[in-house]
């Protein structure tokens, strides 16, 4: 993503045009010196609203960029298609309450999709989305096959040059990261977000739409390494994840049975593998 200057503007959201990814608001800094106003850029998180066929799945808080990437992982991960040509168009509707993805979904999928939602009942949306019961929340995920023997010095190389790739995040301080490397970790790609789940989505997506297989690299993210991590990692066919913290124990019984390699703590020349253990 390309940086993205910093607006200065009130905190009112857009009337009009697109939502930018970052904008400029007055703050006041308290120092050793004394106090001092100041203009703070600041990460924007939009309400995104998941249409499908028309119908709206899930409302999800994001950063307002790269969401047609967005879309389509968050499609693939959640079960939603099985495969980006279940996915017939995706389009962006800016408001100013929020931004719309309309996703055009394949009518045998659309169906599946409708008789999801009749299961559900008050369903706040977030987190596990579209999920009804423990059964549904921990779905199996099939063993990735081809998992990638990755260097630990590869996995350090790609966290490492990671943050300088991350022009949201250095621009505003709260923004995560989920990258794609290749085996000698070289960075590909990096997607950012607010939130750590919609940043691997973004990536993913990313991935799917430019035609990378999963087979030809690794993903590290900017936060711990939690089930859905995995699990959307997993989805995707990906087999390594390194995390600069720590994973839950959840995730790591969910990589041990998907065979998933699973790092953390990747950072300041260390790891620590807790599935698939290397090195």
Known sequence: MAAIACEVR???PPAEA?????ATLPARRITEGGAVDSLECLVEEVPVALVYNGISHAVMLA?????????LGFSLCEGIVASPREIYGIELA????????????????????????????????????????????????????????I??????????????????????????G??????????????????????????IGGLLREGVAPDTGFAVVTSRASYEMVQKLAVFGGGLLAAVSAPTAYAVRLAQQSNVTLAGFARAGRLTYYSNRQG
């Open 178 to 203: 989920a990258a794609w490397a290749d085996p000698d970790g070289r960075i590909l790609m990096v997607r950012e977000d607010v939130g750590r789940h919609n940043a691997l989505d973004k990536l």
């Open 18 to 22: 697109e939502w930018p990814a970052q």
């Open 94 to 149: 800016h408001g100013p309450l929020g931004i719309e993805a309309h996703i055009e979904l394949a009518a045998e999928r659309f169906m599946g999709l409708k008789a999801r939602r009749r299961s559900l009942v008050g369903r706040t949306g977030c987190g596990l989305c579209g999920v009804d019961s423990l059964e549904a929340a921990a779905r199996p995920v099939a063993p990735v096959r081809g998992t990638p023997r």
């Open 10 to 12: 009130p905190g009112e």
């Open 151 to 176: 260097a630990p010095e590869a996995i350090l190389r790609a966290i490492e040059h990671l943050p300088g790739r991350q022009t949201l995040h250095r621009a505003t301080g709260a923004a995560h």
């Open 63 to 71: 950063s307002p960029a790269d969401l047609e990437d967005f879309a």
